[in-house]
């Protein structure tokens, strides 16, 4: 059975302060695991990506701003210098090596608040 688990440091936090996003799948080996964010009034859009040969990919808005890193199978998505905009719902999401229906997993989503 596929588990998808987030957490999350800090719910609120001022702009240019830092906060940690941590993600447990588990259940199947993954192809690709990371976040994606919502933010109100906006589309679901992909905040930063690896796959299991450790190729990484960033949103444009967050590079040199965001790290993603992993241990094992806990996913964890440091994020510096935030900004108001960065304020959204973030979504773990992984999909699945193997073939397998469905494929694609998301988590149930952590609030993250930017503002003063």
């Known amino acids: 059975q596929v588990r998808i688990a987030e957490s999350g440091e800090k719910a609120l936090v001022q702009p240019g302060e830092s906060t940690r996003l941590s993600c447990t799948a588990s259940?199947?080996?993954?192809?690709?695991v990371g976040w994606y964010r919502q933010g109100p009034g906006k589309q679901r859009e992909l905040v930063a990506t690896?796959?299991?040969?450790?190729i990484l990919n960033y949103a444009d808005s967050v590079k040199g701003r965001f790290t993603l890193s992993r241990d094992n199978n806990t996913l964890f998505l440091q994020m510096d210098s935030l900004k108001p905009e960065d304020t959204a719902v973030y979504f773990c999401?992984?999909?699945?090596?193997?073939?397998?229906?469905?494929?694609?997993?998301w988590g149930a989503g952590t609030q993250v608040t930017v503002s003063s």
């Open positions: 999401y992984a999909e699945s090596l193997q073939p397998m229906t469905p494929n694609a997993f």
């Open positions: 259940g199947t080996p993954f192809k690709i």
């Open positions: 690896i796959t299991h040969t450790g």
